[in-house]
């Protein structure tokens, strides 16, 4: 029975630190894993890997990529590229640097029109990979980081508010909306935490413009990390344990994480459901 998605009741909003599970035998969904319409979750998902996952998906999909789909190992990535003709591109990092072999790795300015416009990226990062594993029955899936931020909680708010399945309330612990951060290594990093309370914050704000009442549950006070500037912003991911590392890595790398730091640099949402992204409605 189509109706208004969560009538009569307040939005649940879950901030995770960490993925939602981290199964050492998590692997890749295969193809048409997604939840059939009539059978998906109610629930949305929101994946944060600040340094760099998603900051690099929004800069792709802003460049004209097609698609994105996400590995646990570079085996499984490589293993679907030689299953088929179809022009794609290894994406992904192990300790921060491309893989031996791969296309691309995970730099926001590797991600250029003319090397990503059409293409299918296959993406096989340390953290951001499993993030969207890890929640590939949702019933949608975006990549949120600051430079992309603003349009994701649009995307969020919409669907939140839109209309949907009447459903009965969900059991206490579950969520209409789950915020999941990448974190490092299964331990949760500032700066994605941080980006993740701005995410729910600034959601918060549209929800209750539309006259939604939410929900939110978030463990150790992580709504107060939450940056209150771009400036703030840039001290946070310079001098995060993640920033300092990849600092150690050479200039590039540092100039990754100034770029990171950047607020609202595009207005990209890519959407996609089981482990796969594609490009928005009137996207690029």
């Given amino acids: 029975m189509a109706g208004h998605r969560a009538a009569g009741r307040a939005l649940r909003l879950r901030l995770h630190p ?18 059939a319409e009539g059978a998906a979750p109610p629930y949305a998902a929101v994946m944060v890997d600040v340094l760099r996952t998603t900051s690099t998906l929004a800069h792709a999909f802003a460049a004209g990529a097609r698609e994105a789909q996400f590995f646990a190992e570079p085996e499984l990535a490589r293993a679907a590229r030689a299953r088929t003709r179809r022009p794609f591109l290894l994406c992904g990092e192990r300790e921060g640097l491309r893989i031996r072999g791969f296309d691309l790795g995970n730099s926001p300015f590797e ?51 839109g209309p949907g399945p ?51 549950r ?21 001098e995060c344990e993640h920033g300092r590392y990849l600092a150690t890595l050479g200039p590039e790398f540092a100039a990754d994480v100034e770029a990171c730091a950047r607020w609202d640099v595009t207005e990209v949402a890519p959407t996609g459901r089981g482990a796969r992204l594609g490009r928005p409605a009137g996207g690029a």
């Fill in 218 to 238: 978030a463990d150790g006070g992580a709504l107060s990390l939450a940056p209150e500037s771009e400036a703030e912003t840039h001290r946070l991911l310079t």
């Fill in 111 to 161: 991600y250029r029109p003319e090397r990503v416009r059409d293409a299918t990226l296959l993406f096989a990062s340390t953290n951001g990979s499993l993030a969207f594993l890890s929640t590939h029955d949702a019933a949608v899936q975006w990549p949120a980081a600051f430079v992309n931020l603003e349009a994701t909680v649009r995307a969020a708010a919409a669907w939140l508010t």
């Fill in 166 to 216: 009447a459903a009965e309330p969900p059991a206490e612990e579950h969520a209409d909306l789950h915020v999941v951060c990448a974190g490092k290594l299964g331990e949760p990093a500032e700066e994605d935490t941080a980006c993740g309370a701005l995410f729910v914050l600034r959601l918060m704000q549209r929800l209750a413009e539309a006259g939604r009442d939410a929900e939110v």
């Fill in 18 to 35: 960490v993925p939602l599970r981290r199964d050492p035998e998590l692997r890749q969904p295969p193809a048409g894993a997604a939840p």
